[in-house]
């Protein structure tokens, strides 16, 4: 097998903003509730936080020709709300704009396709302040004021929109029942309702994004939703447990609750009844804004949850990693390459969305990378990683599946949340001391991939 991938296969990185650009107070740009969230002590694994990062905001030129040495044609990066409203609604920062310019001529420049993701997780802390971010409704309409303001000035650079990256990362691991959310803003609430409130209000946010994104641009553009949805894999590949995998993907994770309204109009029924008091309030006709046209789907692909055909009520169980089961270096990155078929196809068959062109926009891991005397950073575990997620895709295409596109995560080592700069997940070294690059084996790996149009 040669693994060849069609002609004109997207090849590409990913990264996003907080997570990489530093220069938290340059250009005018306030604070957002990562800043907040990251100077608290205790809540970063060795107090680490985005203030420096990658000093990207500084560097994005070198960084361009990095892509540009790794021979991507396109780029999917975040934009930070902050930095271009600084206080989460009203005026906008023209130097925030500014610096986006210029990475996107420099993009140009090098033939590189930019993909913009409208947000990241990196709300404005204003917006914290005045009504709790995503705990109120408020929140979308700024959200897709914010939307217009970027696209009517920056729409003559960038046609390939995301609205929203990972719902379930910023409200349900942002907000949590009496307990400490390890995200930003981590806001302790009362009720499981209010949890699933705040990403009904992310949901609303996309769709009026998505009005605001096509009504403020200039020419034709393209807007997708990013979701890290749980792939269902099913155990052996028998009918049987094919069918499990179909029904347990529903009630797993926030899959139906977050990516089903999006691309359905509607949340899972079984989901609905198994919350009972503690779904979201859904108003009328938030339905209709919530379910958009979408012109492709980005997911973020790292692991799933194998299922079975098993005599339980409801047919099927869902199976727990057995001790010892591979995993790379966090501690829910276990390593289950079929998640990415999977999760292509269920968006095919278990949503019937078999129209929608899907972009694998995140794809990577965390590996316990140092440096040789040498110099090298050889992440044989990291090839390994991604040509076996790379072989997954392959076989969607070979089936008919319509991927269009890869982003490995990440260009390079960056602001790994709460993780910190302990956890590196890129193709590139980033020694923090010296902000130098060091591109790792796994970064020549991809390269070739590129470079040959196949999984090498
Ligand atoms: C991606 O999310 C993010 O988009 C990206 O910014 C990040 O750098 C990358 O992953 C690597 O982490 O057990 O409560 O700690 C991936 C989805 C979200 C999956 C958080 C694991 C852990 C939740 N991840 N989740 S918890």
Redesign the pocket.
């Known amino acids: 097998m040669s693994y060849e991938f069609p002609p004109g296969f997207e090849w590409g990185v990913a990264t ?1 903003a907080y ?1 990489i650009e530093g220069a938290i107070a340059a250009g005018g740009r306030k604070p957002s509730v990562w800043d907040t969230f990251s100077a608290l002590p205790g809540r970063i694994l060795q107090g680490a936080t985005g203030a420096i990062a990658c000093d990207h905001y500084h560097r994005y030129a070198e960084d361009v020709k990095w892509m540009a040495e790794l021979g991507i044609k396109h780029y999917r990066f975040s934009l930070a709300w902050s930095r271009i409203i600084p206080d989460g609604r009203g005026s906008v920062n023209e130097t925030g704009i500014d610096f986006y310019r210029r990475l996107l001529d420099c993009l140009q420049h090098y033939g590189i396709t930019p993909h913009a993701t409208l947000f ?1 997780w990196d709300s404005p802390q204003a917006l914290e302040e005045l009504y709790g971010s995503w705990q109120s409704r408020d929140m979308a309409q700024d959200f897709a004021d914010y939307a217009t303001a970027v696209v009517s000035r920056l729409g003559d650079r960038i046609t390939s929109w995301m609205t929203i ?2 719902i379930v ?1 910023f409200t349900h ?1 942002g907000y949590d029942v009496n307990r400490i959310p ?1 995200h930003a803003p981590g806001t302790s609430v009362a009720s499981l309702k209010q949890v699933w409130q705040t990403s009904h209000h992310a949901l609303l946010a996309h769709g009026l994004a998505c009005q605001a994104i096509r009504a403020a641009s200039p020419g034709p553009c393209s807007v997708a939703l990013v979701d ?1 949805f749980v792939p269902t894999v099913p155990l052996t590949e028998s009918a049987a447990d094919i069918a499990a995998a179909r029904q347990a993907f529903h009630l797993h994770g926030t899959n139906g609750g977050i990516l089903e309204p999006a691309l359905t109009g509607a949340y899972s029924p079984a989901l609905l009844a198994q919350l009972g008091e503690n779904a979201p309030e859904i108003r009328d006709g938030d339905l209709a804004i919530v379910h958009q046209p979408l012109d492709w789907i980005g997911f ?1 692909s ?1 692991f799933g949850t194998y299922a079975r055909a098993a005599e339980t009520p409801a047919g099927y169980e869902v199976l727990p990693f057995p001790q010892g089961y591979p995993q790379l270096n ?3 990155l276990h390593f289950v390459p079929d998640c990415l078929y999977w999760g292509i196809r269920h968006l095919s068959e278990t949503l019937n969305r078999p129209d929608l062109p899907v972009r694998v926009t ?1 794809n990577g891991c965390a590996g316990q990378d140092s440096l040789t005397e040498a110099g090298e950073v050889l992440d044989s575990d990291r090839i390994l990683f991604l040509r076996q997620y790379l072989r997954s895709a392959h076989r969607a295409i070979q089936e008919g599946y319509p991927l269009q596109g890869y982003f490995a ?2 260009l390079m080592d960056n602001f ?3 993780y910190g700069c302990d956890r590196r ?1 890129g193709l590139l070294y980033t020694d923090y001391e010296t902000q130098r690059r060091i591109p790792k084996a796994s970064f020549h790996w991809y390269r070739e991939c590129i470079r040959q149009n196949r999984v090498v």
């Open positions: 996003a997570q990241h990256n990972e990362c691991i390890v890290n973020n790292y966090m501690p829910w995140e995560w990440t790994e949340w709460a997940f």
